[in-house]
């Protein structure tokens, strides 16, 4: 089992920043890749970023590209999720999850399916 803390969420202004972390811990060898959902009130769950345990690639969702950046650092088991430029529409919970198989697919690397680990999500609301 792989257990995922989430931690770093809270209130910005639009055109703010705020920095979202994820620790794990246990079997975390198994880990494959990990990845940042949201879901915003009355949506559904959706991809924002993943990252690649081992070699780093990212894939982001088009609506966090270029404003969010996701990182890892192995040594420490942690993801941290860089949101800058924020908008009101980011406001959601913010979900940590982590996969545990390869995924060549970049349709199934963006479905919540597919990861086999959650954390209990953070929330991020943003003002505008």
């Known amino acids: 089992q792989v257990q995922l803390v989430e931690s770093g969420g809270g209130l910005a202004q639009a055109g703010g920043s705020l920095r979202l972390s994820c620790a794990a811990s246990g079997r975390t060898f198994s880990i494959d890749a990990m990845a940042w959902f949201r879901r915003a009130p009355g949506k559904e769950r959706e991809f924002v970023a993943r990252i690649s345990w081992s070699h780093g690639g990212t894939t982001y969702a088009d609506s966090a590209k270029g404003r969010f950046t996701i990182s890892r650092d192995n040594a420490k088991n942690t993801v941290d999720l860089q949101m800058n430029s924020l908008k009101p529409e980011d406001t959601a919970l913010y979900y940590c999850?982590?996969?545990?198989?390869?995924?060549?697919?970049?349709?199934?690397?963006?479905?919540?399916?597919?990861?086999?680990?959650w954390g209990q999500g953070t929330q991020v609301t943003v003002s505008s």
């Open positions: 999850a982590a996969d545990r198989t390869q995924i060549y697919s970049d349709y199934l690397r963006r479905l919540p399916g597919t990861y086999d680990y």
